[in-house]
């Protein structure tokens, strides 16, 4: 059984960085893509970055291009998402997802708050 | 940026009925066109890739169709624990993007 654990959420300033951690386990971690995916209060799903399955390729949502960094360590099956430079409107639960295929989105943890406010 | 439009926002129906949900793309999407279902509180899951395919453990009374730019989710038959937000998702095309949603709720 695949399991996704994120963590790293809190309250953070404006202008303020975080770094979320996803720790995998049940799963072969350097053969799928990974993504994390917010959801603001209330609101939508969003797709933030992926990141492919041996890290060569990374991908952003223009709203965090620059500001935020996606990676992964194979020996700690993690994925990490370095976030710079933080908004209000980057208040949301964050979500690590794992592929089965593509860049779908098949396994899901239960998601880390981040509030950005003063 | 490819838009995803789902419709209608809202569906109220009754245990038992067929729910059908829809979502539209702006370009192209092929068949890679997945649907999830979010509870309240919960993290979301996978129903449907590819169109048409159910994930694993998904019962057989959802099912997906389509190809291109409109695509469907039928639920034939709903169950009680179907009552939750039903979201599509494409990735043909960078930006990943998600529609905004359907709720489907008990009338």
């Known amino acids: 059984e695949v399991q996704l654990e994120e963590s790293g959420g809190t309250l953070v300033q404006p202008g303020g960085s975080l770094r979320l951690s996803c720790v995998t386990s049940g799963i072969s971690f350097s053969r799928f893509a990974m993504s994390w995916v917010r959801q603001a209060p209330g609101k939508g799903l969003e797709w933030v970055s992926s990141i492919s399955g041996g890290a060569d390729n990374t991908y952003y949502t223009d709203s965090v291009r620059g500001r935020f960094s996606i990676s992964r360590d194979h020996s700690k099956n993690t994925l990490y998402l370095q976030m710079d430079s933080l908004g209000a409107s980057d208040t949301a639960i964050y979500y690590c997802?794992?592929?089965?295929?593509?860049?779908?989105?098949?396994?899901w943890g239960r998601g880390t708050l981040v509030t950005v406010a003063s | 940026e490819t838009v995803l439009t789902q419709s209608p926002a809202t569906l109220s129906l009754s245990p038992g009925e067929r729910a059908t949900l829809s979502c539209r793309a702006s370009q192209s999407v092929s068949s890679y066109l997945a649907w999830y279902q979010q509870k309240p509180g919960q993290a979301p899951r996978l129903l449907i890739d590819?169109?048409?395919d159910r994930a694993t453990g998904i019962p057989a009374r959802f099912s997906g169709s389509g190809s291109g730019t409109d695509f469907t989710l039928t639920i034939s038959s709903l169950e009680p624990e179907d009552f939750a937000i039903y979201y599509c998702?494409?990735?043909?095309?960078?930006?990943?993007?998600f529609g905004g949603g359907t709720k489907v709720e008990i009338k």
């Open positions: 998702q494409q990735r043909a095309n960078w930006p990943l993007t």
């Open positions: 997802t794992m592929s089965s295929a593509g860049y779908n989105c098949a396994d």
């Open positions: 590819v169109a048409s």
